[in-house]
């Protein structure tokens, strides 16, 4: 057998493929983490920073908590500062329905650990005076974060490569074949290499490869309207949610308030356009000057969007191919994958390098797309 | 019919207006301003007695002609002050009026959104009493006000001279006129600015007027800084022999060009090329400033030609929606048109040449200086990612990184000098350097605009 170029090849250098990279080239594997275009550009670049506990896929726990644990420790492990910031997270109700699922969500965060206070009206007021009068209950998890999603993947990608990750920008992808027992990855610019296994976290472009090797998943791309306020005073504190789904903002300690409204709107993937119809920036601010009516008259500054895979369950695939060897996927993050970002990349490099991890992900192969898929409640709330 | 709509009432909008009204059409003319005439053309505010035909100079009756027009145009049009188009959607643009948002959907879209100063940063530029030069000129003729009692002139621009002359007739002393760009290369610009012999003697005439004065005008300066503890105190430069010389005054001036105003025609979807004269990424446009199917673009909201070009290419750009409305058009008034804003735009590029853009001079700024005031970022730490493993080479990766751009203004005005940064660190040219992309809202809009929540 020729000699291969590298132990391992990542297809996608977002926050997934970085985690992945560097957890990998920790264990001394030989990694080469490829990009079509820069590190953290795509929705691991774009997404709204949150690290969020509270309201999780039941299924997730324990990837979860692997990861916050990691993000605490972000620092000692890459380096690098990415503006983490443990504000916790705020879940509102607004009538009875609401707060008797903010009431399932809890009891499910507590079975798995997690520690999550309840609030009532009064104390919520006493609290956070800003909040509006209308939030009836609300749930509040201490340990959840947030993060500077714009500095996180290239500072896990450079940290990465200081422990010998190979980081390949540019560089499109044209054929994925089968060599032996690994892989032959063909550049579009020409060039190839071979690899013992290969990781694909391609994000809206993943099924392509999987694909490829006779299966695949019904990814589709969308993007979650994002805004941004000009500074004012910092006194919000944690990331705050109605769960009605209308709004989710958090203030940064430089005064920003960055606030993501609903529903998702659809992207293009080829032209790499994630749009933001100025309707729904009108709604997220109705939305957020519900929340928080001091913000009246508190200005929108900017909008973004990005390109994010999502999946009609609304979860993701993460783990080995069922038709091919030494093929891992993990993609279709549905909008939340930059908390389980580090989990996923720790899991990924476990099972390469050992065979196997000891975190359940048995919810997220990617054999359940074989038969008819379910398509989630959350799924139908949060897109057009 | 689908309504025709014009953005900006400056001499372009409101000829564009008049060409269409002449063609029997109503257009709706869209302004974010409370008055008619643009920026350069700009009335003072109500119930303030400005003497205008002395601010104007020469430009005084051409000032007063536009605003009879308008007046003449107003009956026939639909006119509405005082409303921003903050996102483009399509067919359908987005305002902000009274504190409201609502949409309106066009036929045709002609923008004529006008241009604003061109900034170069310099240690101490963000000190109370630093003024843009349109800045300067705006306080005057809409307040009636001087951004100061003793001001000092900084740019690469003819305009200094006309700033500073305006400054002293209304009472103001002035400490320097300072011009980065070396005397020689004014001289070797001035076959091209033959083209326009009226323009490029109403500038000698400013310069001459100056000299007469009294003024000091320094050529091939270097600026060094604004100085003052808590406001501006004192201009700081070197001189073209390298003399460090430092002017006492309360204000400054910086003028190094406009920059057209670009967001609205990209949100409208019109694609852009980088221009090497006025190292600034333009719309493109055909001879008549058609910019898509529905889209038109005129005046100095996409090349700089000053208000005759502005009048002349809006007037050209209705005639190309007349005739892209199957409607009859006056070929040989349009071929003038064409020719006129095709001298007068020649004239402002040979401008741009001979006061150039100070590319050198911002590549080179010292780390400290402040480059973006909104976000307060400074030219070190753009440098400083840039000069990481895997740092971004492209200006809208480095805001991502820096937050430079990402402020109230949008990168409006750390912009162009952000782009320059970049460029050099990167070994690259202008165009590779990369574009601002353009977002909705183009300004800050207040949540409560949005209305509240049924």
Sequence with gaps: MSERTTDVAIIGGGLIGAWTAFFLARRGQRVILIEKGIVGAQSSGVNFGNLRLQGRFPGQYPLSLRSQALWEDFAGLIGEDCEFEQTGHLYLAYDADEQAKLEGYAEVSESYGLAIERIGPADLRRRWPWLGERAIAATFSPRDATANPRLATPAIARAAARHGAVIRENTRVSAVDRSGDGFKLTFADGGSLSCGALVNSAGAWAHEIAERFGETAPVFPAGPPQFVTEPFPYLIGPSVQAIDGSVIFRQIPRGNIILAGYPRTAADPVNNRAPVPPAKTLAAMRALARVAPMLAQCHVIRVWSGIEAYLPDMIPVIGPSETTPGLFHAFGFCGHGFQIGPGVGLCLSEMIVDGATPTPLEPFSIGRFRSVTAVSEKFRREFD | ????????????????????????????????????????????????????????????????????????????????????????????????????????????????????????????????????????????????????????????????????????????????????????????????????????????????????????????????????????????????????????????????GLKPETQLADLAGAQFAYDLDFRLFLPKIDGLGRAGSALYLAGDGVRIGGADAAEASGALAAHAILGDLRRPQDIAAMRQLARRVERLRAFQRGLARAFAWPKAQIAALPNSVTLCRCENVTVGEVRGVMSRELGPVEVNRVKAMTRCGMGRCQGRVCGPALHEIVAAMAGCDGAAAGRLRGQAPVKPIALAAAGTMA
């Excluded at chain 2, 036929?107 to 109370?128: E, Q, V, Y």
């Excluded at chain 2, 600015?193 to 490029?200: E, F, G, I, V």
């Design chain 2, 1 to 256: 019919m689908a309504e025709i709509v014009i953005i900006g009432a400056g001499p372009a909008g409101i000829s564009a207006a008049e060409t269409l009204c002449a063609n029997g059409l109503r257009p709706i003319l869209i302004d974010e301003g409370a008055r008619a005439g643009g920026q350069g053309y700009r009335r003072p505010a109500d119930g303030l007695a400005l003497d205008m035909n002395r601010l104007m100079g020469s430009e005084a009756g051409k000032y007063a002609a536009l605003h009879r027009r308008f007046e003449a145009l107003l009956p026939r049009i639909d006119y509405r002050p005082r409303t921003l188009v903050w996102a483009i959607e399509g067919n359908t643009l987005h305002l902000l009026r009274d504190g409201r948002t609502e949409t309106l959907a066009f036929g045709k879209l002609l923008i004529a959104s006008g241009a604003m100063d061109r900034i170069a940063p310099l240690p101490g530029w963000t000190l109370p009493g630093v003024f843009t030069l349109g800045g300067a000129q705006l306080a005057l003729k809409d307040q009636g006000c001087l951004i100061g009692s003793r001001v000092a002139f900084l740019g690469s621009s003819p305009l200094l001279a006309l700033a500073a002359k305006q400054y002293r007739e209304m009472g103001a002393e002035i400490a320097v006129i300072a011009d980065t760009t070396p005397l020689s290369a004014k001289l070797s610009a001035l076959p091209e600015l033959l083209r326009a012999p009226h323009t490029l003697a109403r500038g000698l005439v400013y310069m001459a007027a100056s000299l007469r004065a009294g003024t000091q005008m320094l050529h091939g300066v270097t600026p060094v800084a604004v100085e003052g503890q808590s406001r501006v105190e004192a201009l700081l430069l070197r001189d073209a022999q390298g003399r460090e010389r430092r002017f006492a005054c309360d204000a400054v001036a910086l003028g190094y």
